[in-house]
C-alpha cells in the first residue's frame, strides 16, 4: 500500500530501458518486434526505448505475451509525493492509477 503523500506513475526512461532489455534477453530484434506487432517502421519502438513514448495497450498486451511475463511487469514505477497537490487529486491520480493497473491485470489474464 502506497502512504497517502505519495502516488504512482510510470517512469518512462526506466520502463524504457527495462522492455529494450527484456527483448533482447529474449533474442528479439527491434526489426523482429516491428514485424510481429504489425508496425510500419520501428521508430515507435525505438521511442519506447529512449522513454519518450509508452507502447500502447495491445502493443502492450503482446510484448507481455512474446516475452512471457505480465504486462505491468513491463512497466516501472516511480513514486512521487507533489507537496503542491491537493489531496483532493492526489486521490484522483491514485484511483485512476489503480483503476489503469487493474485493467492491465485483466486484460493480461
Not at 24 to 43: E, M
Not at 68 to 84: C, G, Q, R, T
Amino acid at each position: 500500500m502506497l502512504p497517502d503523500s505519495a502516488y504512482l506513475r510510470i517512469d518512462l526512461e526506466r520502463t524504457g530501458r527495462h522492455l529494450e532489455q527484456l527483448i533482447r534477453q529474449r533474442g528479439y530484434s527491434v526489426k523482429d518486434i516491428q514485424r510481429i506487432l504489425h508496425l510500419s517502421c520501428p521508430q515507435p519502438i525505438y521511442r519506447w526505448m529512449r522513454g519518450q513514448i509508452l507502447p500502447s495497450v495491445d502493443h502492450l498486451f503482446m510484448l507481455a505475451r512474446l516475452l512471457h511475463v505480465h504486462m505491468e511487469d513491463l512497466l516501472i514505477p516511480s513514486y512521487e509525493a507533489p507537496e503542491d497537490m491537493a489531496e483532493e487529486q492526489r486521490s484522483r491520480v491514485r484511483r485512476m492509477i489503480a483503476y489503469c493497473l487493474e485493467y492491465l491485470r485483466i486484460r493480461a489474464a
